[in-house]
């Protein structure tokens, strides 16, 4: 009888959170672009002062039939590939963190993302081409991106441009996509498609690192793109007994991937594995409606101060920055590592600096607490602080000069501010 009656309060909080999950999610779509189609499709204008990023894609998707469409949210059958040539609009004339999508198709690159060039192609050309733009970048550094939920083709591709651009940092792009349907009604979907790509993944990491002329290689995750991820990473470490020495760096921004998953993971991964960073936020609502329909705590939305995280991330030499609080223009809070233009910044330059998110020198928290305890003095509250100041790192040197910027401006604030 008392499994009974919990197994029917389970149900009814079952509905109810699945339809808040897809109340709260259609916020997002609110501030998404509108499904243009042909968004990708190439411009011949250009712009005085416009920017450019050349990409590789591999990608599950289906090809799609209509030309302006190049790949849909279906899976396809194999690993597919593509190059395209991103204009960026002149810095007078946007935003950083922001894409600014066309109204309407063909976009004008004085004020819009769109595309110079857009070719699918074989891996026999994927490869040169790879081979070719590697050799070209000092260090010979390679990003590889893997985009997380909702996210339609063009999405992951102008997404992936922003970061790349706003990063600042000498990188062969490299975007892997896998098939997403774009819509928040189709979280099953996408997470069984994420999950069906991770043999496509590994593959193709093993191929940009077998790569002769490549440096070393960094992973950039978001959201439920980290399990894929984390997925090919411990594939690869169990096949091949490690994983490839020039996967350096593997970032997991607001990862929607269970804690207890994410340990088995990093242990099977064994103790060569790459230097891992945790971007995860408290005020990450995506991830609170994530861990109602999971009922487990999601690993992008820890607090990574309290026990057993704290001594657990410690001692497996995992970084973490917390940006709680951190605010910007996305209403979810789930996407602060592309939006917030000082968070990209940062990462774009410890990876061109060569250095750890850890480096003992200087602690990358205490730039970011520079910039928004900044804003918090501006904003000339007490509240505004406690908001915007709480970003940590897990090490030493941050930790206690974050306690330190805590404690002097949150004199300076109550020095200036009534009670």
Known sequence: MKMTETASRSDGRGIGVRRLACGALLLSVLSACADLRGALVPVAATAPGASKVDMLVATTRMRANAADEFFTGDRGPQVSFAQFTVSIPPE?????????????????????????????????????????????????????????????????????????????????????????????????????????????????????????????????????????????????????????????????????????????????MGKSRPGFTLFVSQDDRALAISRRIWGDVRLGAIDPEQEPYRSNLESAGITVLNLSGLRTGDPLNHSKFAQSPEVVRIIGREL????????????????????????AVAVGTAAGLAVSAPVAVIDPHTRENLKGHVENLGQAVSGTVSP
Do not use: C
């Open 92 to 268: 007078a004339n946007r935003k950083e963190g922001e894409v600014q999508w066309p109204r309407s198709v063909p976009g004008n690159p004085a004020t819009d993302f769109v595309t110079f060039k857009a070719d699918v192609i074989d891996r026999a050309q994927a490869k040169a081409w790879f081979h070719r733009t590697v050799r070209q970048v000092p260090q010979r550094r390679v990003l590889v991106f893997i985009h997380g939920f909702n996210n339609r083709f063009d999405d992951a591709v102008f997404r992936f441009a922003q970061i790349v651009h706003d990063a600042g940092t000498p990188v062969v792009p490299v975007l892997f996509t896998w098939p997403s349907r774009g819509s928040v009604l189709a979280y099953g979907y996408d997470r069984e498609s994420n999950t069906y790509s991770r043999n496509a993944l590994e593959s193709t990491l093993k191929t940009l690192a077998s790569d002769p002329a490549v440096g070393e290689i960094s992973i950039l995750a978001h959201s439920m793109g980290n399990l894929v991820t984390l997925e090919a990473l411990r594939q690869m470490a169990i096949r091949d007994g490690r994983i490839a020495p020039k996967i350096r760096n593997v970032l997991l921004a607001a990862p929607d991937v269970d804690v207890d998953l994410f340990r088995e993971a990093i242990l099977d």
């Open 352 to 375: 061109a600096e060569g250095q750890t998110l850890t480096d003992s020198r200087v602690g990358v928290g205490d730039r970011i607490i520079q910039v928004t305890a900044g804003a």
